[in-house]
């Protein structure tokens, strides 16, 4: 199991996760010696050496940001509120460093609509629980800008609210940038020494920032059912005589592009009528009447036959039912 480990952030405290090594390597400030040696031989037998001064140098600081989607796309609906996006920043430089937040979402290139930015928009996974919830600390520019080890991260909440004009199958985007508060830029660039230590600050292979958006899909999902019967009596024939069989199917189908969860199907067994034990049908196999074996269920107070669908999208496909009742 992958110890948490705290975060100082500004003085608050904040619960962040680390990430598998990934840092530039030699931590910045670290010194790096080296002293030559030369032996050589006096007369027959006298061994002389002799050792240079030694040349020392210290690391510099490399500046490199990564983030990451827990989900890059989350279903939403149309006037949904507070809907979150979970982001993991990580430091991959070399040195300790503060970032700078940002989160935007009017005007990310590429979707269908602007979801809102709730305000604050941007909190700590402060319970470390992997969504937005109430004991959640806000960012605060300036205040609380996460500062990080090299290897460290810390998870990031940016939280939006959906219009309530959206339509199924829209697509928003929310973006989260990172930026060292040291200097961002091009790959190479120095800031001088300002890096960790005082040593000199270099802009690693992300230029020193992370920028990545997720996406939100307005998912609407409808489930339809069409019930059909047919009838057996005692005598072949088709008519609803007492002692005859009534049939009945029930084809659920889901469409949109969002998911039914835990969908449950139930239907009471009408007056005059008794349940035909071990009748219920899921999709053509059969269901046993006891509850907790299987999907199916037959409850007698109330009397009904109950299925359990689980979840259902459009690439689920009709779910067909059938049962049995005799007429009393």
Known sequence: MVRARWLSVAGIAVLGAPFASHAAGTAAGTNIQSTAQVSYTLGSSTVVTASSNTSTLRVAERLDAVLTLATATVQTSPGALAEELIFTLTNTGNGIETFNLTALSAGVVGDDFDPTLASPAIYFDTDDSGDFSGSDLAYNPGVNDPTLNADQSVRLIVVNDIPGTVVNGNRG?????????????????????????????????????????????????????????????????????????????????????????????????????????????????????????????????????????????????????????TIN
């Open 173 to 325: 985007r929310s973006q989260l940038s990172a930026a060292a508060a040291t200097g961002t830029g091009t790959q190479g660039a120095s800031f001088g020494l300002t890096g960790d230590g005082g040593v000199e600050a270099v802009a690693g292979t992300t230029g020193g920032d992370a920028v990545l958006f997720g996406e939100y899909l307005v998912a609407d999902v409808q489930l339809t059912a069409v019930k059909s019967q047919s009838i057996l009596d005692l005598f072949g024939g088709a008519r609803p005589l007492p002692g005859a069989t009534i049939t009945y199917q029930i084809v659920v189908t889901p469409s949109g592009t969002g998911t039914a969860a835990n969908a449950g199907f139930t239907d009471p067994i009408p007056a005059n009528t008794t349940y035909v034990t071990g009748s219920l049908q899921l999709n053509g196999a059969a269901l046993t009447d006891t509850a907790g074996d299987d999907a199916g269920t037959f409850g007698s107070a109330p009397a009904e036959v109950r299925v359990n669908l689980g979840d259902l999208s459009g690439a689920s496909g009709p779910q067909t039912i059938r049962f049995a009742v």
